[in-house]
């Protein structure tokens, strides 16, 4: 889920100009690891930690037409994943996340200073919302439905897409730097600028319902978020990461790592937790996947990757784990959390993966300036 790993440039000078303002660093995204400092990292008990042979990356063909009928799609997890397809693709500047709307025929994409909404059947555009300038997108709802921007950064407006109307207005009597939906898109979640606290609101009533504290951290940055599937948070500040349940509080023990952690996924039941960052393999400096038993703190295995991962996410059945490695679609098997294969598919960065609600398929977007949608071949 974590998040959130990209447009570094752009959020970091937004980040350094509002930490002038306000005295105290909370932040949503940390700089990206050539820009960060090291900190000194928890020691790491793990077996396989040599680089493992690579699957090469497998090109794939041109858009292949492939039934849009969700009655005619194949999940995706263990057994299909093999037959897995790029259906079409689509040139859009700057998509930084796309998401299935509730009618399950359009996908909303949030774009460069707009929101756009598209037909999933062949990408056509049926609707878009311009944004001002000098309003900051903050993150789109997990059904397409809402957009959370800001543009003081002490005020959250609540917009639908359908409309573009203004649909609620979140007052945290805080500073903020970013917001997150929950995954039943119900509620959201703010990290304080003032407070290392996370702020919930209910996005129906904008209300506030909860207030979310106990992680602490000696590092200028941090941020809160929902876990995917779970009911969980997560916590990070660069290297360090802390889940905490949502209804009882409980909290794990700290997971510490060399680097910054550049994306973070929490398994379906709760129980793994994994961490794309760097780590040191054979005295060398590489960048890595470290999962974690998040009940015992134990550590599980250390995966070697070619690249940066700039997004992590799990099958809803936990038998998979989807990253982003570079301009690679990348796939691990969860019962020995070994690479089982790896597409390319984009000429650039891919900076996020989305997973529609029926399983059926993926959506990358790209620094290229492209989206892509995924299915499993009949």
Known sequence: MLRRKTLHLNKFLLITFSLVLAGCANLDLTPSP?????????TIQSTNTSLPPTPSPTPLPESTEISTSIADSELINRDTIGSLVVQ?????EYPRKAIWNEDAETISILAAEKVVIAQLSDFSIIGSTPLDVEIQLLDISPNGRFTAQASDMWTIEIIDNASGDLFQTLEPEEQFMDAHFSPDSMRILIPSLDNIKGIEFDVITGTKINEFTGFSFAGPVYDV???????DLIWFSRGSVMVMNRDSGE??????????????AL??????????????????DSTVLQFWNRHTGESIALKPTESYCHSLIFSPDGSLLIGAIGSNLSIWDMENHELLMSYLIHNDTINSITLSPDSTSLITTSFDNTLALWRVEQ
């Open 34 to 42: 050539e820009e960060s400092l090291t900190m000194q990292p928890a």
């Open 88 to 92: 079409n693709t689509m040139e859009i």
């Open 225 to 231: 978020f929902y876990a995917q599937i779970s009911d």
């Open 251 to 264: 909290k794990s023990e700290y997971f510490g790592h060399q680097d910054f952690a550049e994306s973070i």
């Open 267 to 284: 398994s379906p039941d709760g129980g793994l937790l994994v961490v794309a960052t760097s780590a040191m393999v054979e005295e060398v």
